[in-house]
Each structure stands twice: as structure tokens, then as C-alpha cells.
């Protein structure tokens, strides 16, 4: 359960104020039927986790989600539609109804897993508090220290990645 | 003086202060380089008429653009197509929210300074796509493309540059990072601080070139180029959307050029040897006043050299462009990244 003491009020605010922006932001992804529009919504929900995060005092996550998803993977996202289908206006297919079926359940199916599990896992255990100011040199440290493996089978992946892109892209 | 002002004082003051740290750079970038320096080297005079040497030019031109009626095309997505100036200027403003001005002028101390100021310029790029495809034409879509692309190519050697600064200084934060240079020897010699562009010369000018293409500054201004594309993203505007786009270019111009010098030219400091003062803690009080005007003269030295670029050379191609970045800064910057790295470690 939630305890009730030691809440900071102006943060629990934010929050609601941005998990509302989320929510209307990621209907409006899937009901929207011009499909610029829709990856624009997304990119509000993007946004709206990077400010989640800052009221976790997650700079350095924060930060990371700003210059990978927005700058980079949103970007990317633009970029292919509007060299792909310029048009400007509304395009009737996007909109797939039928799909509603199948994700409303994943997704409830998903919301229900994630917070059994949560509740689950910490019950009545709360994150302390912390007064101290976020440090990146602990966390680099132990990226490379503690995670040092993790940190190398995910750029083994991403090579791997890399590597793909240019095997598909070149024509020779 | 800040620590006696209530907690929204001091706000306000950062609020303003940030908003004076955008908008004047931006003023005198116009007028003594645009205006100015860009006539002075074609052997002429430029605006001469309003005010003292033309020195009033610029609020004639920001009144005639005010007075313009608001267009936009018949075909144009509205609603995106007056949204889009207004994000460009808003990473601007983002941007200038980390750069230390002074010990105490500073408008966020955020630890991952440098990163937060890298992540916040692409957002820019958002803004730029969304008024090419908005704008419902053929040229301002290939502008709003060409910008994407070489927004996001530039963007990588300017972060591996920056990479070579953060390992000598072994922090990311910008007010750190000043102190630091101003604290440092090089040599063994105290009296000049260790400004990073002595050490870094190499990511300094991998930055500087980046930056002018972040900027799209003449030898990359494909995204604009007027014998190919008109005006690029920029052709269907006019009135006060256009003045946001011209604003946002020459302010993040001067808030580049800010995060430059605090990167490599020693930022607000005075080499803290000179007044006996060994940390952030001893810096006089004056500082805080003396530090904004080193900044701003700092400032225009490296938009200077943007500008004398910008004025002298001819536009790249737009696959030499890409290839300039991938194929020679970003080689560049790794080696750099790698050598900072061995002598950081061997000394």
C-alpha cells in the first residue's frame, strides 16, 4: 500500500498534471488519423516520461530519454513519413478499428501484470528520500563496474544492429 | 546579494536574465555581424540610416515584420504550420537555461549540463520538419528533409567532441567545467588557467565545425539553399513566424557560441590564480557582474569566427556534406576521444 506520510505535494501534483498530457496524448497516437499528427502526439508522451523523470530527480534518465527519443528516434520516425507519404491531411485507413479488439486487452492484460507484479515485488516498501544531488560519476561507475557485461551485451546487439542497417541498405 | 531574495525572486531574476542572455547576443549578432561585418567585407557601408551608423536598423525591420499580416498557405496543415517557429526558439531557450554566467549567475546547475544542452539543440529539428512538411510544399518539405539530416549527422561529432572535455574535466557540469579550467595549470604554469582549447584543440574545432552546421550556417545551409530550394522550410513564411525563425537562428548562434567558450575558452573566469582564490567558494562577489561581460565578449570572438566562415566560403554539396561528417569529423573525434583518454589516464 501507499503510505500517506512524507508526500511531497507539488510533486504528486506534477505528476498527475503530466500523466493526464500523457494519457490524452497517447489516445490521440491511436485515434488519430493523420499520421504526422499521430507521431507528433507521441513524441508529447515522450516528452511527458522525460518530465516523469525529472520529478524522480532521474536527470541523466531524463536527459537520455530527450536525446534518444525526441532527437533521434522521433526524428527518425518524421523523417520516413514525410519522404514516404507527404500528403498533407487525413488518411481514412489509419485509423484500424478492428485492432482495438486485440489491444485493449494486451494493454489491460499488461497494466494488470505490471502492477500485481509491482505491488507484488515492494508491497509496503518505499525508495528513501534523497536529499543528496544526483551524481553521474556513480553511475558511470557502475555501468562499468557492476554492469560491466550487460553494458557489452547491449553494444554487441547494437553493433550487430549497425551492421544489419548497412548490410540491408547497400546495393552493391 | 541572490542568497537574501526570497526563492521566487531569484526565479524571476534567472527568468529574465535568461530571456536578456537569448534576445541581446541575438541583437548583436544581427547588427555588427550580419549588418556590418558582411557589408564591411563586400566594400559597403550597409544600413546607415536609422539611428547612429544604421544601429537602429534592427528595430525597424522587427517593426515591419510585426506589421505583416500572419499568412499561411491554403494547403498548409494550420495548426503545425504556427506551431513550428515557436518550438525552434522554445530549444533556444532551453538551451541558454545551463550556460554559468558568474559563481552565483547561473540559471540552472544542472550535474549533466553538457548532456542536457546536447539533447535539448536537436529538438530543434523537430520544429524544422514539422514547418517543412506543414508548409504543403514540394521545396520547404526537401528543406525540412535536408535539415533533418544534417542536424542528425552534425549532432554526433559534436557530442564525440564534447566527450574529450568531460573526460579531462571528469565532470559534465558547466559551472564545473569552468572552474576547473580557470583552477588547472598546464605545464606547471599557473598564471593562465588550463583553458580546453589548448588541450582540446583538436575537439574545439570538430565543435566549431558541427556547430556550423547545427546552425546551418553558410557552408552547410543546404536546408535554405536560395538557388535550389528558395528559402527551404522557411519559404512560406512571412510576418512575425518568419522574424521567430530569424531570431531563433543568430540566438542559438549566441548560445552556442556561450556553450563554446564555457567548453573551451575558460567561460565567465578570470584564471582564479591571479586573486589567490582556489575554489568556486573564494570567487569575489564582483564576479557575478564581471563574469556575464567576459562571457559576452567571449561570446562574440567565436561568433566571429562563424561569421567570417559563413561570409567567405561557398555551400558544400549536400553528399559532401554527409560525407564530411561520417566519413572525416566523426574519425576525428573518436581518435581524439581515445588519445584524451590514454593521457587522462597516464598523468
Redesign the interface.
Known sequence: MIAVENINVGQQVGFGIIALMMIVGAIRVVTNKNVVHAALWLVVVLAGAAAQYLLLAAEFVAVTQVLVYIGAVMVLFLFGTMLTRSKVGNDENLDNRNGAMIGIPVALLLLGTLTYGLLKTYKAERLPLKNTPFNIQQLSDSIFSHYLLPFWALSFVLLAAVIGAIVLARRD | MLATLPYWGVSLIRILGGIVAVLLPAGSIVYIFLFKMMSFMQSRLGPMEAGPYGSMQLFAEVGKWLQKEDLAPD???KR?FKMAPLIVLASTFLLVAVVPFGPDAWFTN???GV??A???S??S??GI??A???S?NKYS?MG??RA??QL?AY?LPMVLAVIGVVIQA???NLQQIVVKQNNDKIFGLHFLGNPYILTQFVGFIVFMIAVQAELTQTPFDMPIAESELVSGYMTEYSGFRFLIFFIGEFATAGVFALIASALFLGGWGVPFSWFGWHNIGDVANWMNVVGPLIMFVKMMIVVFLIMWVRFSFPRFREDQLQRFAWKVLIPIALANIMLTAILKVAF
Do not use: H, N, R
Open positions: 494547403g498548409a496543415d503545425l544542472f550535474e549533466a548532456f542536457y546536447l539533447a535539448v536537436s529538438v529539428v523537430l520538419l514539422m517543412g512538411w506543414s504543403a518539405l525540412g528533409l533533418a539530416g542528425i549532432e571528469g565532470t559534465m
